[in-house]
């Protein structure tokens, strides 16, 4: 694992991210009230860029209905983001994925140094 610097924290505000390549890693960047946050660029559904990308929203309507609903809770909660393919949703702060309990993005820990910049600490 290495610090990486990405940017000043002054650049992500609460409620709002950015997204990173970094070698090869990609991964968003979130403020959420407590602090930031760093998840894997990479849905565990389809593999699609969970923190960035167009929608498609409607394209597994039909898989995703039992008891869930795509963007069930991202309006009413804060600490979710919705993967911009096809809606589901995971929370911010632990990677874990709403609609399905087995699917998990990767997190990484970020920190802020001295002088407000924010470092990502990732996989050599
Ligand atoms: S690729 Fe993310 S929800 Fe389908």
Known sequence: MSKQAICHSSEITVGKHKVFTVGRHSF???????????????????????????GV????????????????????????????WHGIEFDIRTGQCLFRQDWKVKTYEVTVDADGNLQVDLPD
């Open 28 to 54: 968003g960047v979130f403020k959420v009230d407590e602090g930031y946050y760093a998840l894997k660029n990479l849905c565990p559904h389809q593999g699609m860029s969970l923190c960035e990308g167009a």
């Open 57 to 84: 929203f409607d394209q597994i309507e039909g898989e995703v209905t039992a008891d869930r609903k795509l963007r069930e809770y991202v309006a009413a909660e804060k600490n979710l983001v919705a993967c911009p």
